[in-house]
């Protein structure tokens, strides 16, 4: 059983960094945190992999004074959807025409879904972000939604300050990506009664 679940867990970290390469090549809009890594990888001309990377390490830091405690899905998710990403961007090649890139996008929420219901499915941890909104809902009594609408927001309209892509992209996602968790999750939660010592997930950023 804990085999499957590392496998599932890992193949959906890689699959939401290809989701994210998706994104950037499709060029139409992403979700509010990677509208918020375009524009750092923009400003400091880093691959967007690593800009992931190192905000997802320096909001693993803001767990401390929330005295949230990581777990393996934590830290994998800090390395591994960087690398993910970086790679998926470097074997797939810019994408010109709009129609594509709109099929690529469409794509892009359809992976991004699949991808977030096997990692949280395997149960090994809430990633960086969101555990930054599950420490803040708890150290402060704030409803989950007002920390989430709140964090979202701001990292969006940072991002967008930045120069991240805002676009028709960040709508659908909003719109879509909250049904599509849903419909694709039961296919990949692994039942409580045959995990010991679960760790209850949350989404990934």
Known sequence: MIA??????????????????MFVRANLGADPWNVFHLG????????????????????????????????????????VLGLAAD???????PVESLVARSFLLFAAILVN???????????????????????????????VRSVRTSIELTVLLAGWLMGGTFGVGTVLYALAIGPLIQL????????????????????VP
């Open 113 to 143: 879904a699949i991808a977030t219901g096997m990692y949280i499915g395997a149960g090994f941890g809430s990633g960086p972000r969101d555990g930054l909104m599950t420490g803040i809902n708890a150290r402060t009594g704030w409803s």
């Open 87 to 93: 790679a998926a961007l470097a074997i797939m090649p």
């Open 4 to 21: 499957r679940r590392l496998l599932q867990l890992y193949i959906g970290l890689v699959l939401y960094g290809v989701s994210t390469a």
């Open 184 to 203: 694709c999750l039961p296919w990949f939660r692994i039942q409580k009664h045959a995990q010991k010592n679960l760790v209850e997930p949350t989404i």
């Open 40 to 79: 750092i990888a923009q400003i400091f001309s880093l691959n967007i992999g690593m800009v992931m990377i190192l905000v997802g390490a320096l909001v693993l830091l803001l767990w401390i004074p929330l005295r949230q405690k990581p777990g393996l899905g934590t830290i994998s998710n800090v390395v």
